[in-house]
């Protein structure tokens, strides 16, 4: 087992604490690593002014993987204006690492809407509205416009799909469903669509569907184990996953990979439950997401024995309290995961 340099962005509110039990039980898996902690985020940003320093990118590039908690001011703040740290920090790791894969498993725990749910959806991270393009005009007047584009490429789009095959080519129901909106995003749409057909006749092997959006909140509510595999673009996947976790089991179960596949850079790995100020500080933050986030790290890297098993600890320990009902510690979640290793 190699010993690995980790990037360590603890973050905001809850973040720090979800991400000290991941590395617990990380090392108790007898992995190794020399990790760098780096202080930004919200309380960051209110304290110097700064959200992205210069240099940082170039120098994460140096890492094997990134490990951030969570990222975001306390809800009703108005010392971080709306949208700073997204696009200001969350959005440039993601573009120029070109982590353009964002993989989320869900599996479900006794008691949820979708207690035997097992699906990952895949949301490509580059592109669509999340680029930027677009502007104001007369802004603050009643003339006011606003225009936002969805950039959509062949090649962005073709390597999120060859992705999600491979993936479902990987798993046992080898089943992948493409959600989009292609009867009115007829342009974007249009383009998903021929991509995903054109890439499927590769995978004779791999059974496909496809849900427009709206349709797909619905099945996810009411029939999520139909899915296996899911692709689909930004906005969509950022909507979807939230509500994956809500069906799954709560947020606080749903792991996160922003992935570079071509493996030019370091990837990130995050849980998505947010910074959860309210409790900071309290132990009643679960970290079960981040320890499954930190598997997923560990994976990524080639341990993926190890990986497995903190997987399968993680799933174990939230099987037992949603069964039981007993409420433990951010720090007991995370000893349990380890003792189970």
């Known amino acids: 087992m190699r010993r690995y340099r980790v990037a360590v962005i603890g973050g905001d509110g809850i973040g720090p604490e979800v991400l000290d039990e991941a590395l617990k039980v990380v090392r108790a898996a007898g992995v190794e690593l020399d990790t760098v902690d780096y202080d930004l985020g919200a309380r960051h940003?209110?304290?110097?002014?700064?959200?992205?320093?210069?240099?940082?990118?170039?120098e994460l590039r140096g890492f094997d993987a990134i490990l951030l908690g969570a990222i975001g001011p306390a809800i009703?703040?108005?010392?971080?204006?709306?949208?700073?740290?997204?696009?200001?920090?969350?959005?440039?790791?993601?573009?120029?690492?070109?982590?353009y894969i964002n993989h989320r498993p869900f599996n479900g725990v006794p008691g949820a809407i979708a207690p035997d749910c097992d699906f990952i959806v895949i949301r490509e991270n580059t592109e669509g509205p999340y680029v930027g393009e677009g502007g104001q005009l007369r802004r603050n007047t009643p003339f006011e416009v606003a225009t936002q584009g969805s950039v959509n490429t062949r090649h962005g789009v073709e390597r999120c799909v060859r992705y999600?095959?491979?993936?479902?080519r990987s798993?046992?129901?080898?089943?992948?469903?493409?959600?989009?909106?292609?009867?009115?995003?007829?342009?974007?749409?249009?383009?998903?669509q021929r991509t995903f057909e054109a890439v499927a006749a590769e995978y004779p092997d791999v059974e496909t569907a496809y849900n427009h959006v709206d349709a797909a909140c619905i099945y996810f509510a009411t029939d999520a184990n139909r899915y296996d595999v899911v692709v689909t673009d930004n906005l969509f996947g950022d909507i979807l996953t939230d509500l994956a976790g809500a069906i799954a089991g709560g947020i606080g179960f749903a792991a996160s990979?922003?992935?570079?596949?071509?493996?030019?850079?370091?990837?990130?790995?995050?849980?998505?439950?947010?910074?959860a100020h309210?409790?900071?500080?309290?132990?009643?933050?679960?970290?079960?997401?981040?320890?499954?986030?930190?598997?997923?790290?560990?994976?990524?890297?080639?341990?993926s024995a190890t990986a497995k098993k903190i997987t399968d600890a993680v799933?174990?320990?939230?099987?037992?309290?949603?069964?039981?009902?007993?409420?433990?510690?951010?720090?007991?979640?995370?000893?349990?995961?380890?003792?189970?290793?």
Do not use: C
Request: without cysteine; negative net charge; charged residues 20%.
């Open 171 to 192: 798993r046992d129901r080898k089943h992948l469903t493409l959600v989009h909106k292609t009867n009115v995003l007829t342009f974007s749409g249009d383009l998903w």
């Open 76 to 99: 009703g703040s108005t010392e971080v204006p709306s949208g700073i740290l997204e696009r200001g920090l969350l959005l440039p790791l993601r573009f120029e690492l070109d982590l």
């Open 164 to 168: 999600a095959f491979d993936l479902a």
């Open 315 to 341: 799933l174990a320990v939230g099987v037992e309290m949603a069964t039981s009902g007993k409420t433990m510690t951010t720090t007991a979640m995370g000893d349990a995961v380890a003792e189970r290793l």
């Open 278 to 303: 309210d409790i900071a500080g309290q132990q009643r933050a679960n970290p079960l997401a981040a320890i499954r986030s930190a598997a997923m790290m560990l994976d990524h890297l080639g341990e």
């Open 45 to 58: 940003y209110v304290e110097t002014g700064e959200v992205l320093p210069e240099g940082l990118i170039d």
């Open 257 to 275: 990979a922003n992935l570079n596949p071509a493996r030019t850079g370091p990837s990130l790995f995050e849980p998505v439950h947010g910074a």
